[in-house]
């Protein structure tokens, strides 16, 4: 009698046994599944972020900036002497032959790259009468800072000029956690603001 019992009960225990396996196989492969997808998740966001954040084209600064009819871009040759004073300005060498701008005469535009931590930011800045008029944060690639490319913080260029000791006229506010991301943008604008003062002076000279 306990062995007719005991067999119906080996039975329960065996069909228990093989649920209990499926369901543990179930649930491996629900996190073996969740794995791969937060796997190609994050290799699709880091790819996303290294390709950078394209908050405007150059195109479209420069329609904004010349009323839909930017005038064509001109070449600014990298003489030795002006690679040298850059190099004095903004502690690296401007690598290139040539550099273009814009100019109609009246304001001068520049689309230019500094490094922030590890990758460039792309700015677009035009100068008027020797001061900063407009800087645009074009394209931001950095993980970190990108603070810096909103209107708070890029308006405070406006109407700033390069003093004697080709500083800027007035002290940039920064922002915690994005001080090399404030002190490339201070960079492109005291660059942009000895470039256009460079080619205003060759204008004038008979």
């Known amino acids: 009698m306990d062995a007719c019992l005991a067999l ?10 093989i649920v209990f396996h499926h369901l543990n196989f179930a649930r491996a492969s629900m996190r073996f599944l969740f794995a791969v997808i937060t796997s190609f998740w994050l290799t ?44 004095s300005l903004i502690h690296r060498d401007l690598k290139g032959l040539r550099l273009r701008y814009w100019d109609d005469g009246v304001q001068t535009a ?16 035009v100068i008027q009468e020797g001061k900063i008029s407009q800087l645009q944060v074009l394209t931001y690639r950095e993980s970190h800072g990108g603070e810096v490319r909103y209107p708070f913080f890029t308006d405070q260029f406006k109407g700033m000029s390069l003093t004697e000791s ?10 915690s956690g994005a001080t090399l991301s404030v002190r490339a943008l201070t960079k492109t604008a005291r660059l942009a603001l000895w470039l256009d003062g460079h080619v205003r002076a060759l204008g004038s000279t008979p």
């Open 110 to 125: 520049w689309i230019l790259d500094e490094i922030g931590k590890t990758k460039p930011i792309t700015a677009g800045l």
């Open 44 to 87: 699709f966001t880091s790819g996303a972020a290294q390709a950078g954040s394209v908050l405007m084209t150059q195109d479209q600064f420069l329609q904004q900036v010349f009323d839909t009819r930017p005038p064509a871009p001109t070449a600014l040759w990298l003489t030795k002497d002006i690679k040298k004073n850059v190099r």
């Open 8 to 17: 119906p009960n080996l039975g329960i225990e065996l069909i228990t046994a």
């Open 166 to 175: 080709s500083r800027l006229s007035e002290g940039v506010n920064g922002i």
